[in-house]
T-cell receptor
């Protein structure tokens, strides 16, 4: 157990819908990262928040947005869902921010868009 | 853009065989390198990391990796695998473009199957 929790574990929804994925970082960690893992794209970095502020952005679609709240948990919002958004979404956390920080991963949320 | 290649997509070994998984990255500057492992049904866990210093780094569970700067490589090795090493292995790079981000770029992953 990494100490990072993600809810829900599984999510099945229809095209065009909107969903929210939730992540609670390890106690004391200030950074939260979101990654998407799909069969064709592999594991891709989406976005990083550090202490409530966006710190880095990757290949995140405009239909996707995220935020980090004062209690440091984070939510990833996915809207106007398409079949291709079906994937495993991982959250990770680290104590600070920076390239030498070790990231601890949660168990992931498996999203299926029908 | 930075990228990471893992050449072996699926490796099958017998117990006690030696393991080497290849990882190459494309970035000419300073990088930090990681190997993560994902056991079936579990989350990604850090095996080892390289930031600087001795290019041969040792990680958990008997794994080690060697950073060869001239080859842009960071191959993972284990002298003798066990059935419990069956998992998916990911190489990742953090290119030091900005000191304030932890953005990791992952390879496609290598599935290792160890036969008892």
């Amino acid at each position: 157990d990494s100490g990072v929790t993600q809810t829900p574990k599984h999510l099945i929804t229809a095209t065009g819908q909107r969903v929210t994925l939730r992540c609670s970082p390890r106690s004391g960690d200030l950074s939260v990262y979101w990654y998407q893992q799909s069969l064709d794209q592999g594991l891709q970095f989406l976005i990083q928040y550090y202490n409530g502020e966006e710190r880095a952005k990757g290949n995140i679609l405009e239909r996707f947005s995220a935020q980090q709240f004062p209690d440091l948990h984070s939510e990833l919002n996915l809207s106007s869902l398409e079949l291709g958004d079906s994937a495993l979404y991982f959250c990770a956390s680290s104590p600070r921010t920076g390239p030498t920080d070790t990231q601890y991963f949660g168990p992931g949320t498996r999203l299926t868009v029908l | 853009a930075q990228s990471v290649s893992q050449h072996n997509h699926h490796v099958i070994l017998s117990e006690a065989a030696s393991l080497e998984l290849g990882c190459n990255y494309s970035y000419g500057g300073t990088v930090n390198l990681f190997w993560y492992v994902q056991y079936p049904g579990q989350h990604l866990q850090l095996l080892l990391k390289y930031f600087s210093g001795d290019p041969l780094v040792k990680g958990i569970k008997g794994f080690e990796a060697e950073f060869i700067k001239s080859k842009f490589s960071f191959n993972l090795r284990k002298p003798s695998v066990q059935w419990s090493d069956t998992a998916e292995y990911f190489c990742a790079v953090n290119a030091l473009i900005s000191s304030n981000t932890g953005k990791l770029i992952f390879g496609q992953g290598t599935t290792l199957q160890v036969k008892p």
